[in-house]
């Protein structure tokens, strides 16, 4: 951190969040999207047995994402006084 600085450390951080919703974006369209009938070619026969997993995996990231960032915000109104701790 010290030899990047912190304006780039930030961006790096930053940009990681935009690099995993492009991931997320990019495989729910393969395994969602691409291998059905639409495509004009019969889908594989048997089921992606990955899509379940990715879902889960998906909705419990976000989900931290959500739970962290509600935490800081009540953490940060704490801290200023403009919230009672519960």
Not at 62 to 71: D, H, K, R, S
């Amino acid at each position: 951190m010290r030899a990047l600085g912190g304006g780039v450390w930030k961006f790096l951080h930053y940009s990681s969040y935009i690099i995993f919703y492009m991931v997320v974006l990019h495989t729910a369209y393969f395994l969602y999207i691409h291998f059905t009938i639409s495509f004009d070619r019969p889908p594989p026969p048997d089921a992606n047995w990955a899509q379940i997993p990715f879902a889960i995996l998906t909705v419990g990231v976000i989900g931290l994402q959500a739970w962290a960032f509600v935490a800081t915000v009540r953490r940060r109104r704490i801290r200023l006084g403009r919230v009672a701790p519960t």
